[in-house]
């Protein structure tokens, strides 16, 4: 394996954009990528493109396309939540492996609004499918309403914390032009939102948004001819299927993305203390705190304490979604994987403005999806 | 309870009473190689990946694992607002996801015992599916 280094990053702003196709905001952050990296698009040997919610076929075609096509393969990949991290984990194989010498991934998302379902589409065990829907048990957000009251129980943690969660997230948001939503908030003002599913509150929910998000991935030697000064190196890129033979699984204790965790800290010959600075997955309020305890940042029950200790916050100990996360930042579904990276990416060459960690050396990428799948990626400087 | 004419929500997924005074069950599938059971029935273990599952009638009793209160009305459902659901674990191992029926909401607690009923969805509907209830004290 050779080594892989993250040669230029690009994002377009997060939110809502009527006025621009999915190719336009494609575009958009693929060509600040190449900007960034100082490579020309023809040097680019192969391209991982990730949606979620488009269904066209060879849609990356369609947002390369419009720059113009040059014959590299263009794969188009979509793995739910992870989809982009999964571009990005394809990418540093193909490179690592020594396939391609300088590879792209990008995600592109205009996604759809309102109440997201787990299940649509024909093929899979519609009946099986339908009876659920029909049960109303298509509702993504009470999965995390039911991890969050086993959890209350099991390890007293108040509907408080969780809307803390939200309400950290939001004030490292404010500090990101490129967020979805800015405005500081309050725990008042995450609990009195409109109530989905007790005791998940809207605040609690992660925004259905549009942006896009790329990466272009380079073995460490070609990366010389177009960057002198320093380089971050791609430490891991796991992508896995966790076990899952329940829904109580992995809902309210550190279990399935665990497997991934594992790995990728293995993989990179570092451990959860080596890690300066987190993006994960926080589609709900409740997610974060699980993941906590996933990537083994604190015991099994005691999210909620290192949270309230401020440990996860910018100037706290191992400061967690730098960038807003999910819930503030946004949630691009095809491109949020990458939106990760490119918050890393800023962060470790300290050109992440105001809510820059000071030193940050090593940061870790964690994308969980329905699924299941799950990626971590470590990048470190 | 159920009634002559009422149709299950899907094949394969509980048993109906035909006589009076016998109570629906749940049908799972359990791995004749190590013993995982499943609900629904699975056609292969997920556990020890052998196609070697037999059919097994489940305990028509659980504990409240967690629930919810559901107050946004999502895809493909068309019965009451606001809704109760919940994980539901069975001594046999699954630990899986059901209606909450027969209580107020203020009266769902984590960890009681719950019992299964069949119940209809839409009350102009003769569909009925699977639901728990708290066993009355
Ligand atoms: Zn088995």
């Known amino acids: ?381 | 309870m159920v009634e002559q004419g009422m149709k299950p929500i899907a094949e394969g997924l509980f048993t109906i009473p035909s006589l009076p005074g016998e109570q629906p069950r749940l049908i799972g599938s359990k791995c004749r190689n190590c013993g995982r059971v499943y609900f629904p029935k699975e056609v292969v273990c997920n556990a020890c990946f052998q196609e070697d599952m037999e059919e097994t009638l489940l305990s028509n009793r659980g504990k409240l694992y967690s629930f919810t209160i559901i107050h946004q009305k999502p895809m493909a459902y068309s019965g009451p607002m606001p809704y109760a659901m919940g994980l539901v674990s069975l001594p046999e191992g699954p630990t899986i996801m059901s209606l909450l029926t027969g209580c107020d909401f203020e009266k769902l607690e984590l960890d009681m015992d719950v019992e299964l009923v069949l119940e209809k969805i839409v009350e102009e509907d003769e569909t009925v599916t699977y639901k728990f209830r708290p066993v009355q004290a």
């Not at chain 1, 080594?3 to 997060?14: A, M, N, S, T």
């Not at chain 1, 009251?149 to 500090?175: C, I, P, S, W, Y």
């Not at chain 1, 010389?224 to 380089?231: A, E, H, L, M, N």
């Open chain 1, 1 to 381: 394996m050779r080594e892989v280094v993250l040669l230029g990053i690009g994002q377009h702003k997060v939110g809502r954009f009527p006025d621009e196709t999915i190719t336009d905001i494609g575009r958009t952050a693929i060509l600040e990528a190449l900007k960034d990296a100082g490579i020309e698009y023809k040097d680019i040997q192969a391209a991982y493109f990730t949606n979620r919610d488009e269904r066209t076929p060879c849609l990356g075609q369609h947002v390369l396309g419009t720059i113009g096509l040059t014959g590299i393969p263009i794969i188009n990949a979509e793995n739910a939540s992870p989809s982009a991290s999964t571009a990005f984990v394809m990418a540093y194989d193909a490179v690592a492996t020594g396939q391609y010498d300088a590879a792209l991934a990008v995600g592109a998302e205009k996604t759809a609004r309102g109440l997201r379902v787990p299940v649509v589409g024909v093929g899979v065990n519609i009946n099986r499918m339908m009876a659920m829907a029909k049960q109303g048990f298509a509702v993504i957000p009470g999965m995390f309403a039911l991890a969050m009251r086993r959890r209350m129980k099991d390890f007293g943690e108040t509907v408080e914390q969780f809307a803390q969660v939200a309400v950290k997230n939001r004030k490292h948001a404010h500090l990101n032009p490129y967020a979805h939503y800015q405005d500081v908030m309050t725990i008042e003002d995450v609990l009195n939102s409109r109530l989905i599913c007790d005791p998940v509150t809207l605040f609690q929910c992660c925004p259905t948004s549009e942006g896009a998000a790329a990466a272009i991935l380079c073995s460490k030697d070609v990366a010389k001819r177009y960057k002198s000064d320093g380089f971050t190196i791609v430490a891991s890129g796991v992508l896995n299927t966790p076990v899952s033979w329940s829904p109580a699984l992995g809902i309210t204790t550190a279990g399935l993305d665990k497997m991934a965790a594992d790995e990728a800290y293995n993989m990179a010959g570092l451990g959860p203390k080596d890690v300066d600075i987190i993006e994960l997955h926080d589609p709900f309020t409740a997610s974060e705190l699980i993941h906590y305890e996933d990537l083994s940042l604190c015991e099994v029950g005691e999210a909620g304490k290192i949270l309230s200790e401020g440990k996860t916050e910018i100037g706290g100990e191992i400061p967690v979604n730098t960038d807003g996360g999910l819930l503030s930042r946004g949630h691009p579904i095809g491109a949020t994987g990458l939106y990760q990276i490119v918050e890393l990416e800023l962060q470790l060459r300290g050109q992440a403005g105001q809510r820059q960690v000071e030193g940050a050396k090593v940061g870790l990428g964690h994308m969980e999806g329905l699924g299941p799948c799950a990626t971590v990626i470590i990048l470190k400087r």
